[in-house]
């Protein structure tokens, strides 16, 4: 008899490494157990879902908050730490697999940190150690912007950004102190050249909390087949990003058709906040790209599907997970809407001939053995202290 994927999906640990719900927390005021409203992602969502753990990642837009990277970073964690405080019945604050488990054990959803772009330590290894202390548990080594240290894939075409050829010197003290603290470097956005020095340096598995295949969308987010058998070759996993511009070529393009369109309506809500005397917001940014993307015929659910295959079929079943960056895109593919709809995921995975057993190492199972790795290799090292100078 066939195996029910609601039942395997439900059965099995799900976790998803990477949403960018904590503007919501900090900016909107919005709570984690509220209605859903124009987000992805809430407490009920996850719970329909099947979702029984979340990376929340404490992103800073560096052009919306210049100058304040660290202190923004810190009120992102902290509003983090204060909805698992607000909920505390329903969701805990979650810093080892076995805190996941045990939360799961408990029928809570476990709630985890991780801080996107470098930039956010502001070139200090003592604001990294203060942001894991609080429990952040990866950091993406860049976001679309280049920092003082590492490359990253998203200007590498702008003349006016000071590149470094991947990594400085201080850059792999980062990556070296990240070991010792038993954070999971995390190498979604960076330029090519600068995971090809990350992988020189760790002595843990990597991660890339939410990338694709660029051998099937020609994005320089997404990774290449090559990149995809370093991180197997290096015992870490690729998170799927379920973001509609980086799984269909057809997507992408109908997107680049609208990029004056979209350009003239962000410096109009630029205007229009300097005249109110307010601070633009990225989600005011974000419903602007949602009302464009909207115009789109969504890509297909297959189109995810096959980045996943491909991943499967380049660096194995045990090196592939999933990172929706769910609250952080403007369109995921058509029938995905919210978190309530990861059994659709599942289903059609399941469909291509997924079995249970490689259900539950993707779901989740391959990022909690990288995630204990880490740890286990930070336990063994002791307690010396890497120094570095940005």
Partial sequence: MPLDPIEVHHASLVIDTHADTPQRFLDEGWSFGDALGSGMLSLDTAKAG??????????????????????????????????????????????????????????????????????????????????????????????????????????????????????????????????????????????????????????????????????????????????????????GVVMVNFYSGFLSEAWRAARYTQEAERKAAYAALHERCRVEGRRVLFQDELAIDKHFAALIPPAPLSALIDHFDHIVKVAGIDHVGIGTDFDGISAMPEGLHSAADLPKVTAALMARGYTASDLEKLLGGNLMRVFGAVGALNASRGAHVVRGEG
């Fill in 50 to 235: 099947g979702l029984d753990a979340e990376f929340f990642a404490c992103w800073v837009e560096p052009r919306l908050h210049a100058g304040e990277y660290a202190s923004r970073t810190f009120a992102l964690i902290d509003a983090v730490r204060e909805q698992a405080h607000i909920h505390r019945e329903r969701m805990r604050l979650c810093r080892t697999p076995k805190e996941i488990l045990t939360a799961r054990a408990e029928g809570k959803f476990a709630a985890l940190i991780g801080i996107e772009g470098g930039h956010s330590i502001e070139n200090s290894l003592e604001n990294l150690r203060a942001f894991h202390k609080l429990g952040a548990r990866y950091m993406t080594l860049t976001w679309s912007n280049t920092n003082e240290w590492a490359d990253s894939s998203g200007d590498l075409d702008d003349p006016t950004v000071q590149h470094h050829n991947g990594l400085t010197k201080f850059g792999r003290d980062v990556v070296r102190e990240m070991n010792r603290l038993g954070m999971m470097v995390d190498v979604s956005h960076v330029s090519d050249k600068t995971f090809a020095d990350v992988l020189e340096v760790t002595s843990a598995p990597i991660i890339a909390s939410h990338s694709s295949a660029r051998a099937l969308t020609d994005a320089a987010r997404n990774l290449t087949d090559d990149m995809l058998r370093a991180v197997a070759a290096n015992n």
